[in-house]
């Protein structure tokens, strides 16, 4: 039986089961940063799970990345073909990449043919090291390849000061290839296409979209169990518009975001495109009543407290959005 005939088979079935863990489940049940690793044996924080046939993905932790996550703080994904296994995000280090690469061979012989990173984060690209040593090429947006050669040094020092001798003998890599808007491939009959919606979260954000199954790999264009961070060079508006006019028509049924369990798009919406909105709309008001900076990090974000990272995040996200608003 090929892949596509036994998704058809079985993806009804995964749908009813993730549909149910989804709603079945409060987002306080499904993630907390206060979970101790839930792999010891491994480098990697959990085992990968199988979200839909033939997609896999180890969830990260919902915390910053620490020693104790060995940096496993994000979403490390696989597509297995019967031609070959394509990785999306190369690990915080080589020994996390190892360490994914272990749990693939347990389940399929096929070999990995491609990694994508979907930004230039250490969690996404400090394991690239690692799959060029493979001979796997590591396909990256030009944007996020740019930031990884202007920032490099410095993404992998940050790494080697919280993993210190878990980080191995890692080292910046870059992607060897790169796109602009749309990367498409076919494997093993999946056809995958690798797209840059828009601007988002981060300089060259990928999104990993497989039509045929409905499942897309989003990256950090969609939170919903850890407050999205806004960095100061994130445009918050531009998110918004990108989210708008390219995500929501494209109606995924699946959803794996950057950060947190398998999901579908409503979660997302509310825990991304909602959050933004309802924090621009407050920014908006302060300004407009000739608030300042300094008061702008204290506008009321409680609805929000229940998010993993609110208490790093929530401050600093809403002082960048007034730095934003204030000129637009």
Aim: hydrophobic share 40%; glycine share 8%.
């Amino acid at each position: 039986m090929t892949n596509t005939a036994l998704s058809r088979l079985l993806t009804p079935i995964y749908a009813a089961g993730l549909t149910a863990y989804v709603a079945g489940l409060p987002i306080a049940g499904l993630a907390s940063e206060d979970i101790a690793d839930q792999y010891p044996q491994s480098e990697l924080y959990s085992k990968p799970v199988e979200v839909i046939p033939h997609v896999f993905s180890a969830i990260g932790a919902t915390a910053p990345p620490t020693y104790e996550n060995a940096g496993h703080n994000n979403n490390l994904s696989f597509i297995v073909t019967n031609e070959g296994v394509v990785v999306i995000n190369a690990g915080a280090s080589d020994a996390l990449a190892a360490a994914l690469h272990a749990e693939i061979k347990a389940v399929t012989d096929q070999p990995v043919v491609l990694v994508i990173n979907e930004n230039g984060q250490g969690h996404a690209v400090l394991g690239n090291g690692y799959w060029r040593d493979q001979g796997v090429d590591i396909l990256g947006h030009a944007d996020a390849i740019a930031e990884t050669q202007k920032n490099g040094d410095f993404i992998l020092q940050r790494m080697q000061a919280y993993n210190k001798d878990r980080a191995g003998d890692s080292r910046m890599e870059h992607a060897n290839l790169s796109f602009d808007d749309r990367y498409d491939l076919s494997l093993g009959g999946v056809d995958i296409q690798v797209l840059h919606l828009g601007p988002a979260h981060d300089p060259g954000d990928v999104q990993v979209w497989i039509p045929a199954w409905k499942i897309m790999i989003a990256g950090d264009i969609a939170f919903h169990e850890r407050m999205l961070p806004i960095f100061p060079h994130t445009c918050t508006s531009c998110w918004i518009e990108t989210w708008v006019e390219k995500l929501e028509p494209m109606a995924p049924t699946y959803v794996i975001p950057g950060h947190g369990h398998p999901t579908n798009l409503d979660q997302v919406r509310r825990y991304t495109l909602d959050y933004l909105n309802d924090l621009r709309s407050k920014i908006g008001v302060h300004i407009e009543d000739g608030g300042d900076l300094a008061s702008a990090y204290y506008v009321d974000q409680q609805q929000w407290r229940g998010l993993d990272t609110f208490d790093e995040l929530a401050t600093k996200n809403a002082g960048r959005v007034f730095e934003e608003m204030e000129w637009e």
